[in-house]
């Protein structure tokens, strides 16, 4: 299952494609035009969504690039929805399609978000939300209508890189990869969301895919796989 060509080809999924330009060059114009270059391919292949998530980028570095990838994407039809991380002040300058939280305490809720977008006259914004643990989807899915995400990005199912850092063009520094939690867990936690789609994150590839939305996932998550 190849999951980066034209939707037509697929079995029926929602692909989430998660940004990280520091993977794709070694500088930072070369690295926005490469971001930009993938934004376009996803567009064409129909991805569903991107989630701009380039943490280390200043607000208005971040609204810029926001700027930039909506331009290219909206090139397209349909055009995936931009959601811009952890930020709905960007999100809300920009007039990207919504906002991808943590459930971190203290971070932004769904219904304080859907506040600050109707208070701006925007359309109704997409809010995915990361769990990853049952607990945390259970607090979603159980949480008062308006402070209910539109989706959950669960994992990470099948493994997680950490200590990867960039140098140069190499992104392999102390890199460790770590087991996910595995299928049955992911099993539970799309049981547990019901209805909220929950997309299947952490090592995903074309030959796991299938296993994923078997386990009850309504598509899958990534940033490697889309690079």
């Keep these: ?37 993938q934004a376009s391919r996803l567009a064409a292949a129909g991805v569903d969504f991107i989630q701009l998530r380039e943490r280390d980028l200043s607000a208005a570095d971040l609204a810029d690039l926001a ?3 909506l331009a290219v994407l909206h090139t ?5 929805k931009l959601l811009i991380h952890s930020r709905a002040d960007v999100a809300l300058a920009t007039h990207a399609d919504g906002v991808h939280l943590t459930s971190s305490p203290g ?11 109707a208070s701006a006259s925007l359309p109704k914004p997409i809010i995915s939300l990361s769990c ?15 402070n209910r995400p539109i989706h959950i990005l669960f994992g990470p199912v099948f493994e997680k890189v950490v200590g990867e ?34 997309l299947a994150l952490g090592g995903i590839t074309d030959a796991n895919a299938a296993a ?16």
């Excluded at 520091?22 to 270059?37: D, K, M, S």
């Excluded at 102390?174 to 799309?190: C, E, F, H, I, M």
């Design 165 to 198: 850092k960039a140098v140069g063009e190499e992104t392999v520094v102390d890199k460790k990869v770590v087991d996910g939690t595995g299928l049955d867990l992911l099993r539970a936690a799309a049981r547990a969301a019901a209805p909220i789609p929950v």
């Design 132 to 146: 990853h643990t049952l607990d945390e989807v259970v607090r979603a899915a159980t949480s008062a209508p308006e």
């Design 212 to 227: 994923a939305l078997d386990a009850g996932a309504a598509g899958i998550a990534a940033i490697r796989l889309f690079l």
């Design 107 to 117: 971070a932004l809720t769904p219904a304080q978000v859907r506040t600050l977008f």
């Design 1 to 37: 299952m190849a999951l980066i060509q034209p939707r037509s080809t697929l079995k029926p999924m929602l692909r989430y494609a998660i940004t990280d330009r520091i993977r794709l060059a070694a500088n930072e114009p070369a690295r926005q035009a490469a971001l930009l270059a």
């Design 76 to 80: 397209h039809h349909p055009a995936p």
């Design 67 to 69: 700027r930039s990838l």
